[in-house]
């Protein structure tokens, strides 16, 4: 039984030694090479099949300096207000998520952009421990190993904004009919209040949920300071 138990956990340390090589070598690759696809835009291609659509991934990359400065300010003015300062998690902010969804049936995320971008690049969709494990492995990796600038130009290229359309450049050109870089601060803070959602709410057509978000937004855009990135 010995021997049977150290095969077993040769294979073990094998299998971890390999897994964490292969992920730093992934990271490191999209540090240089752009994304094709994520799981999630597979998924929900497929999704979209069974509903009897067609297949769609619309999504185009831009360089950072091609995005327009509000729509960077708008992204973490919504979604992590600390991200220049944190090293991939915002634990107060988790703290904060927690204790509300303990006491609401309305679940918040409190979720990083580092943490986002780490899920929509290398993990699949849903909710579970296992995958938050993996969330939190690859959102250490990428702040290792990419810049702020990086992780944010990743996030903005990659991000679900609708029903097949992914990425700045491609929701800019879906609800505006221009490019990321011609983005007015109002049509980014919009674009960006729609990020909890993009399946269910629209920028352009805003419920007063959304409309309410969008001036929550542009106000702390405004109280934002320099994003040095």
Known sequence: MKGVWKLILRVVKLVVLLFVGISILWVLLYRFVHPPVTWLMITRGFERKADG???KIDKEWVDFDEIADGMKRAAVAAE?????????FDFKA???AIDKNAHSHKLIGGSTISQQTAKNVFLWPGRSYVRKAFEAYFTMLIEIFWS??????MYLNEIEMGDGIYGVQAAAQAYYHKDAAQLTRKEAAAIASIFPNPLKWSPIMPNHYVKHRQYLILKNMRRLGPLDF
Do not use: A, P, R, T
């Not at 992590?80 to 991939?88: C, E, I, P, S």
């Not at 702020?148 to 130009?153: A, G, L, R, V, W």
């Open 53 to 55: 659509k067609d297949w």
């Open 80 to 88: 992590d207000q600390k991200f220049l300062d944190h090293y991939g």
């Open 148 to 153: 702020k600038k990086h992780i944010m130009e």
């Open 94 to 96: 988790m703290e904060l």
